[in-house]
């Protein structure tokens, strides 16, 4: 009888199972540093646009005039969703610090929904970040 199967030189054979599960361990474990790094990544950049809307806002508010600001004594929110996933949701409250109606305190405040895994199940989480500061009736850039 003929056989079709030839004999190949041990130095021809191959991979062993062990050596192949190795390898399939190792690019696991790669894959899984490169996946949380990339949510840890994700969640930086969501919480530096966050912190610049802050900003910006804080910005805006200082630039007006004293009487702007008067006029202003309150809260406010608006959500912002054309930057992309997540919508952050902006809420702004001017209030006169310790009853000084010569200071007012502002506080800006952003939220948004980031996602998370917990016990294997993917789900959002609620993050906030806020910006607060004094600001007198001499500290305003805005014309009166």
Known sequence: MLSIIRKIPKEQQGFTLIEVLAS?????????IMIENLFIASFS???NTALNLAKEEM???KSWSWQEIQNHIGTWENTIDNLGYP???KHVELTYYQGKASVVQIKVLISWNTSIYKNGQKGEEPVYLQLATLLSEFDCRGEE
């Open 87 to 89: 919508p952050y949701k």
């Open 45 to 47: 950049i969501q919480k």
């Open 59 to 61: 910005e805006e508010i």
């Open 24 to 32: 399939v361990g190792i690019l696991l474990l790669l894959a899984a």
